[in-house]
């Protein structure tokens, strides 16, 4: 298995990118044209920077993008910095629970119990959609066709060519090549993994029954390439010919990926955007969860895109650093009221006000800052 071991961190405005591995010129003209920020590579650089932060939050990538965005226009703002490492959710969730940051972010939801037990309250500050990514020659964004089940069986290795009949028979007069499929996944212990397997968990009955769902999962294809973080399933599936993955769609957009559009649940084939993100998310009502955390996979609705999610932050009750844990509910309360049309430019959805009002009378008031 190759592993491709790649994360981020921002800090008060400037971006990070630490990599072991395969390099690519992919990676930093992402970094370029993303954030438009110059790449700073130096440890020296990155300690004197993080002195001044005052704020860290460590853990999933899906949301890394929409929260860089909106810790450069908070510290334009407030002149208050955030220190956030992109490592992936599970790191996120260990970080917070060893206090050595003031927030954790996941976008596999903690049980509500697990929050209970460890102090902590839980709250979703953006909704994005997980996607399918592929490098076929001479074939474009959205010009392949999947169901639920297909992409199952190819992420299970019982479809290992593209020109497989089932394939095939999902995309008539699509040049399909005679070409073994790579499989490209999480090395990680990642939210958006979880997102990914919860969909095809519930898609496919011997997926759930062989795989199952989770932040890490044993992967059965023979063709497995592991990859850390979405930066590095992006440069994998950039770098491999004929492979697959799933990354956040941000990540997919900014390096011009192509994209596979899926069959939802209500039969129809759909895109990847913030509009089919949108109406997955709208029937849900996250008052009525426990914790706020569930997963939004496969909803129902024409147009609703089926591998839709939410990112979630983790903060303690009763946090070490008051001060610090009140700047990072000042920090989320201006990217609620100000960050819609930052979040709706890098085709993520904003909570919708009604769960926000909630967040703060609800989820905030359990925090104490004094």
């Not at 499929?181 to 990914?196: E, L, N, P, Q």
């Not at 399933?233 to 799933?246: C, S």
């Not at 609703?304 to 309360?333: C, Q």
Request: proline residues 5%; glycine residues 10%; contains cysteine.
């Amino acid at each position: 298995m190759i592993n491709y071991d790649c994360h981020k961190t921002f800090i008060i405005g400037r971006y990070l990118s630490h990599c072991r591995g395969v390099a690519t010129l992919n990676e930093e003209r992402y970094m370029k044209s993303f954030f438009t920020k110059t790449l700073v590579a130096s440890a020296m650089a990155l300690s004197t920077v993080a002195m001044a932060a005052d704020m860290t939050g460590a853990g999933a990538t899906f949301p890394y993008p929409v929260y860089a965005k909106w810790a450069e226009a908070y510290k334009a703002k407030t002149g208050n910095g955030l220190n956030y490492q992109s490592i992936g959710s599970s790191g996120g969730i260990k970080q917070i629970k060893a206090k050595t940051v003031d927030f954790g972010a996941s976008d596999n939801p903690v049980k509500f119990e697990d929050l209970q037990a460890d102090g902590m309250v839980q709250f979703p500050a953006i909704i994005g959609g997980v996607v399918p990514v592929i490098n076929v020659d001479g074939v474009k964004p959205g010009q392949i066709k999947l169901t639920g089940d297909v992409l199952a069986q190819v992420f299970m290795g019982a479809i290992t060519k593209w020109n497989d009949k089932k394939v095939a028979d999902l995309n008539p007069g699509v040049k399909l090549p005679d070409a073994p499929i790579t499989v490209v996944h999480r090395a990680d212990g990642s939210g958006t993994t979880a997102i990914f397997t919860d969909y095809l968990a519930k898609v496919s009955p011997k997926w759930k029954e062989t795989v199952g769902a989770g932040a890490a999962v044993k992967w059965p294809a023979e063709s497995s390439v592991g990859g850390k973080g979405n930066e590095g399933v992006a440069a994998n599936v950039t770098r491999v010919k004929n492979a697959i993955g799933y990354v956040e769609y941000a990540y997919a957009k900014k390096n011009n990926m192509t994209f596979v559009n899926l069959k939802n649940a209500a039969g129809h084939f759909v895109a990847p955007d913030d509009d089919t993100f949108a109406a997955a998310a709208a029937g849900t009502d996250w008052s009525k969860v426990p914790g706020m955390g569930t997963f939004i996979t496969n909803a129902p609705g024409a147009k609703s895109w089926p591998i839709t999610g939410a990112s979630f932050i983790l903060v303690y009750k009763n946090p070490e650093n008051k001060a610090n844990a009140a700047e990072v509910l000042k920090f989320f309360d201006y990217a609620f009221k100000e960050g819609k049309k930052m979040a709706s430019d890098l085709d993520y959805v904003p909570m919708p006000d009604a769960t926000t009002d909630f967040i703060r009378k609800n989820v905030w008031s359990q925090i104490k800052t004094k």
